[in-house]
């Protein structure tokens, strides 16, 4: 397939609103591609590059972008910031500017794309201290070859935000209807697969073909995730619940296959090398080949310690032995998906902490089960005495689904309610704020992984987390317009609020009342952020008078 014919199926689907007809689209598509382009097509329209799992980053900033824009237009980097801010979108504004050179081109060479992949391939693995320059190189080459329409797709797919509206759900969807095969056996395989680009290769194979995938060592999977809620609201639901610690830490996912180990963060990024404590922790606690799911969790004078300085273990990577010995990791293991060859996932929670207590000799997180509020509320007082952050309440039966945020574990904590939010914008501060971002324009996602906006957020942020966060954020400004500027959208808040409104001066229909920074989850990726879905459930809860807080 071209390039060009994929940049024509991006700007059909950007002109379809009714989601069944853009997974119709898509579904004629895909068996028209060959086992090499499939997987390619199907990341590429969701905007991704490279699957969650791969250690490959495309590490493309705005700026390399802008430069690389400049260099083949013939125009000053200035006059693409220019273009960008007038029309408020990247890829609009490359494919404006690539309209100008493609009048003084004689020749170009058709991008193909596999080709484009390969290059941005290239892009990833370049390292060192030329690094830059040879992943400025090769986009040159891609935007010297791009017709202007191909432009605006490549330079989104560059930021990974491609603005068309074919999230997982739409792409697992069109994948079954493409090779007549049911939706749930597309979702359980990339559930243990983590890239629908492969699934869609083992979906053209056929039902039995999907049924076969299975979690690999080595091969992280995205973690379960758990919504707010109260122990009454699970224990009137379901009964027998597991009551367990809410940590104050980090997840992590241990993996190990012989005498090798690795862990994962939530991002699904290796950080083996900065917690040598915790693998040697559970290496030492078993001997089997074996994928857990736990939380580290900072230590001192037998306290915890508050997330911040376990999130400075995570980003470490140099003088880790000087840091072990300022900052002590334990692991708090509480669940497992893998077993010596066999997936896990599939078994109720009940039979996989079975299994967890049997081949784990230490590092089992506590876990109580009980069908009384009453006991439930007292181990929640508990974990509040201890210092944790409350407790998670975990249906029995529950498969472990990874990536997912559903009612089967909920998290109950004190205080005001928090939501994980993208930042997507923010406006220039005034008075002690001169200089630095003084507020930031907040958004949830929705089905189709859209950002759309929630509010804005500036109070909480001290001068010090204000000067951390434009560190962060300085170099992911893709358009500005007066006080106002855009992210490529890299950054997650963990926002407090007193309520959530019906709001139309935003496009998700809601507004947080009263919201309140809360901390930076340099943890979480934006695919984590609260869904829209979510947002209308917590609306709706309060509506009927039940709250979050037990």
């Excluded at 193909?112 to 693995?125: C, G, I, K, P």
């Excluded at 609201?233 to 619940?241: L, N, P, T």
């Excluded at 210092?387 to 997912?404: A, D, N």
């Excluded at 929630?454 to 170099?475: C, F, I, Q, R, W």
């Amino acid at each position: 397939m071209l390039f060009m014919e994929f940049s024509r199926y991006c700007e059909q689907l950007e002109g379809i609103s009714g989601r069944l007809e853009m997974i119709d689209t898509v579904s004629r598509v895909l068996p028209s591609l060959t086992d090499e382009e499939l997987p390619i097509f199907v990341r590429f329209i969701m905007g991704r590059v490279f699957p969650d799992w791969s250690p490959l980053k495309l590490g493309i900033g705005p700026n390399l972008l802008y430069d690389a824009v400049a260099y083949v237009a013939g125009a000053r980097k200035g006059a693409v910031r220019e273009a960008i801010n007038t029309l408020g979108d990247v890829g609009l504004a490359v494919e404006g500017l690539l309209a100008t050179k493609e009048q003084q081109s004689f020749f170009i060479e058709e991008l193909d794309l596999v080709e484009v992949y390969r290059d941005f391939e290239r892009m990833a693995v370049a390292g060192g201290h030329r690094s830059q320059r040879g992943k400025l190189l090769v986009a040159r080459k891609l935007f010297g070859n791009a017709r202007p329409l191909e432009g605006r797709y490549l330079a989104r797919l560059m930021l990974e935000e491609l603005r068309i509206g074919m999230g997982e759900g739409n792409v697992r969807d069109a994948i079954a209807k493409a090779f007549g095969v049911d939706v749930a056996l597309v979702e359980h395989a990339h559930q243990a697969a983590g890239d629908l680009g492969e699934v869609a290769l083992v979906a053209r194979k056929g039902p039995d073909a999907l049924q076969e995938v299975e979690i690999e060592v080595f091969r992280p999977v995205k973690m379960m995730l758990a919504q707010q809620g109260t122990i009454a609201e699970r224990i009137e639901e379901y009964g027998d619940v597991a009551v367990e610690y809410k940590y104050d830490g980090s997840r992590f996912q241990f993996h190990r296959k012989g005498d090798e180990c690795r862990i994962y963060s939530r991002r699904l990024e290796d950080v083996t090398v900065g917690l040598p404590d915790i693998a040697r922790h559970l290496m030492a606690a078993t001997d089997r080949d074996i994928i857990l799911d736990g939380e580290a969790i900072a230590v001192k004078d037998g306290r915890p310690m508050p997330f911040q300085y376990v999130i400075r273990r995570f980003r470490r990577k140099h003088q880790v032995d000087a840091m072990m010995e300022e900052i002590m990791l334990v692991p708090r293991v509480f669940d497992i998906l893998y077993l010596d060859g066999e997936t896990l996932i599939d078994r109720p929670l009940s039979e996989r902490r079975r299994i967890l207590e049997e081949v784990l000799a230490d590092h089992v997180a506590p876990q109580v089960r009980t069908h009384d509020a009453a006991a439930a509320e007292e181990i929640y007082a508990r974990a509040l005495d201890q210092g944790h952050e409350g407790v998670m309440v975990k249906v029995l039966e529950s498969r472990y689904l990874p990536g997912i945020r559903g009612r089967q574990w909920v998290k109950v904590k004190p205080g005001v309610d928090t939501l994980d939010l993208a930042v997507i914008g923010a406006e220039w501060g005034e008075g002690r704020r001169t200089g630095v971002f003084g507020s930031f324009l907040l958004a949830c996602r929705d089905e189709a992984g859209r950002l759309l906006p929630v509010g804005k957020v500036a109070t909480g942020l001290s001068d010090e987390m204000l000067a951390e966060v434009h560190a962060l954020l300085k170099d992911l400004v893709i358009a500005g317009s007066g006080k106002e500027v855009t992210f490529e959208p890299q950054v997650v808040f963990e926002v407090g609020y007193a309520e959530i409104q019906t709001s139309p001066n935003y496009s998700s229909g809601y507004a947080l009342r009263f919201p309140r920074f809360v901390r930076l989850r340099v943890d979480k990726g934006v695919d984590e952020v609260e869904t829209l879905d979510g947002i209308r459930d917590r609306y709706a809860r309060q509506k009927n008078g039940a709250g979050s807080s037990p």
